[in-house]
Every structure is written in C-alpha cells, then in structure tokens.
C-alpha cells in the first residue's frame, strides 16, 4: 500500500512569512512528486513538480526533494492570504502513470 | 495550461435517481480521464481510470455497476451515479491527461453532488 502523509494543520503563518509544508512517502520506488492547492469547494490546481533531488524554486514557490529521507517539502516565500487553502503532495511510482494523493495540509495566511 | 471543464457544477437529487456527470477536455484529446471522489477534508480517492474507447479500470472497494464511466469520445467521458443515496453525496473532479503526456494531468472544476 502506497501512503503518502501529510500534516493535515491548520498550520497558521502571518502575511509575509514563509510557510513550510511537507509531505512524506512511503514507496521508494516514487520518481515524480507533485504540489497542488486546492481552494475550498474547488479542485486542485498543479503549482510544482519535481523529479530529482534538491530545491526547485518557481517564483514564490519552492520545492524540496529527498529521496533518501523519502519526504518532499514546499515553501511558500512572502506568504499572502491569498496562498490561503490546501496544499496537496502527490507521488507517482515510475512503474505507474496515477499519483497516490495526501490528504493535504491546510495553509492559513493571516494580515 | 490545458482545459477541463464539467458539467454539472452542483447537483442535488432525490435518492434512488441516477445522476450523470460530463468531463470534457476542450483543447486538446484527452486519451486518459480520471475520477475522483474526495468527502469533507478528505484527500482526493481516485475512483477510475478510463481509457478512450475501452472499459473503465475501478479501484478496489468502486462498484461498477453503481458508478458507470464511459468514455466515448477522445473529449469527452461521464459518471452516472446509478440509484444515488445520500452516502453518495461527495465532491465528484474528473481529470484528464493527454498523448504522450506522463506525469501532467489537468482537472476539471469538480461536481458537488447532494443526494437528499
């Protein structure tokens, strides 16, 4: 059974701040990592993938990758209310073409 | 980015009524449409994958026969909810990926569907 965990918050951050979600899993077989949001009543949004390990930055946007670990982690720099909602990780096997969700962190960005 | 749009948005319907919900990719062909099912502050649970012009494959636990999928066309697949029951009441989002593409997929807006 493939898992992928997730801190399920809120996790609160003032206007400003860097907010820090993280995400781990449990096949080490996992080869391609996803971000989504997902704003309340809505579907998610992709923000960032990532394939190999290390940073990969996207405007406000950071992604970690650690394999060994087995945990991907996303920063948001200069967090606004808007960055408001729930933060998805998804992984996918190389041996399969359907990520396995989180069930996603919610993000609180208060003025 | 590509475009999936569902239809309908919210639906509400009496128990024991069947409930269609339609997924179409309006750019581009979607070979591949997923659909899930996520309840209240639950993550996303994929239901189905369905391959243009073949059955659908169910996950584990999806009954077949209660959730049709067709996916008839390379734009365009549906859910019916069949004799819906209020246990069915969930946020319904299809997702659809491309030729050729093997990590991205695009979803649509999702269907609230109430079962009273």
């Known amino acids: 059974q493939k898992e992928v965990e997730q801190n399920s918050g809120p996790l609160s951050v003032p206007e400003g701040a860097i907010a820090s979600l993280n995400c781990t899993y449990s096949?080490?077989?996992?080869?391609?990592f996803f971000w989504y949001r997902q704003y309340s009543g809505k579907s998610p949004e992709l923000i960032m993938f990532i394939y190999s390990n290390g940073d990969k930055e996207d405007g406000r946007f950071t992604a970690q990758l650690n394999k060994a670990s087995q945990y991907v982690s996303l920063l948001i720099r200069d967090s606004q209310p808007s960055d408001s909602a729930t933060y998805l990780c998804?992984?996918?096997?190389?041996?399969?073409?359907?990520?396995?969700f989180g069930r996603g962190t919610s993000l609180i960005v208060h003025p | 980015g590509a475009v999936v749009s569902q239809h309908p948005s919210r639906v509400i319907c009496k128990s024991g009524t069947s409930v269609k919900i339609e997924c179409r990719s309006l750019?581009?062909?979607?070979?591949?449409m997923f659909w899930y099912r996520q309840f209240p502050k639950q993550s996303l649970m994929l239901m189905a994958t369905?391959?243009?012009?073949?059955?659908?494959?169910?996950e584990q636990g999806v009954e077949k026969d209660k959730f049709l999928i067709n996916h008839a066309s390379l734009t365009l697949s549906t859910l019916t909810v069949t004799s819906a029951h209020p246990e069915d009441s969930s946020f319904y989002i299809c997702s659809a990926r491309g030729r050729g593409w093997t990590d991205t997929q695009y979803f649509g807006p999702g269907t609230r569907l109430t079962v009273l």
């Open positions: 096949d080490r077989g996992s080869q391609s």
């Open positions: 750019d581009f062909q979607a070979t591949t």
């Open positions: 369905s391959n243009e012009g073949s059955k659908a494959t169910y």
């Open positions: 998804a992984v996918k096997s190389g041996g399969s073409y359907i990520p396995t």
